[in-house]
């Protein structure tokens, strides 16, 4: 078994490094391969991520559905592990996978995310919760991580190349292959765009988001509000 890990990143130059440090030092058990897409960083995202990456892919703009997908075109490995730069899963992460895709191999599970942690403010741990809560409803966030294999991804279509809620049309696309299961470990989100807006108006502007979304607005009009 051998994970591709799809780390899409803008403007992380300040902590790529450690965050593809730790992912190369936790991947004790077989091979793993990196690949880092940038989407248009101005800072040293892609010079910094060039030594601890396999590959390192740059696209014009941010575009996390683009990004992820270009990503997962180049991956080698039959699993796909797909992360935000600024996300950190736990140290077992690979040993997780492992063991979850060989006991499920034969279910109808289209994949497994982690249990998110945006930290230990009482509004934050709110948030959590919530966007558990939606996993366990079929509707995943991109700070969950997500794993499938590349059969399941390649038979739903993959990541649709959206900038704003790719990760909602791929709940979609694969909620009708099977069921997305949420693992009990943690993995731990970067919480500064959460405590500048404030968790309810996060949760608030998602829910509007995705409303407009199934009513037929375009991903790239809500990206822009």
Same mark, same amino acid.
């Given at each position: 078994m051998k994970f591709s890990v799809i780390v899409a990143a803008h403007n992380e130059g300040h902590q790529i490094v450690s965050s593809l440090k730790c992912l190369r030092q936790s991947s004790k058990t077989s091979p793993v391969e990196i690949i880092v897409v940038d989407g248009g960083s101005d800072d040293d995202t892609v010079a910094s991520s060039r030594e601890w990456a396999d590959e390192t892919l740059c696209l014009e703009k941010p575009n996390r559905g683009a990004q992820w997908d270009a990503g997962a075109r180049k991956a080698t490995g039959n699993h796909l592990f797909f992360l935000r730069a600024d996300v950190? !899963? !736990?140290?077992n992460w690979q040993q997780v996978l492992e063991r979850f895709w060989l006991l499920n191999e034969d279910k109808k599970i289209s994949a497994a995310v982690f249990s998110v942690d945006y930290g230990r403010d009482l509004g934050l741990r709110a948030l959590s919760a919530w966007?558990? *809560? +939606?996993? +366990? *409803?079929?509707?995943l966030a991109a700070d969950h991580g997500l794993c499938t294999t590349v059969d399941i991804y390649k038979a739903v279509g993959g990541y649709p190349p959206f900038a704003e809620l790719e990760d909602f049309e791929l709940s979609r696309r694969l909620r009708a292959r099977g069921r997305i299961v949420l693992l009990p470990e943690l993995i731990h989100a970067a919480a500064r765009r959460l405590r500048a807006r404030g968790p309810l108006t996060y949760a608030l502007s998602r829910v509007w988001k995705e409303t407009r979304y199934k009513m037929g607005a375009s991903p790239e009009s809500l990206f822009r509000q």
């Open positions: 950190h !899963p !736990p140290g966007s558990n *809560a +939606r996993v +366990r *409803a079929g509707i």
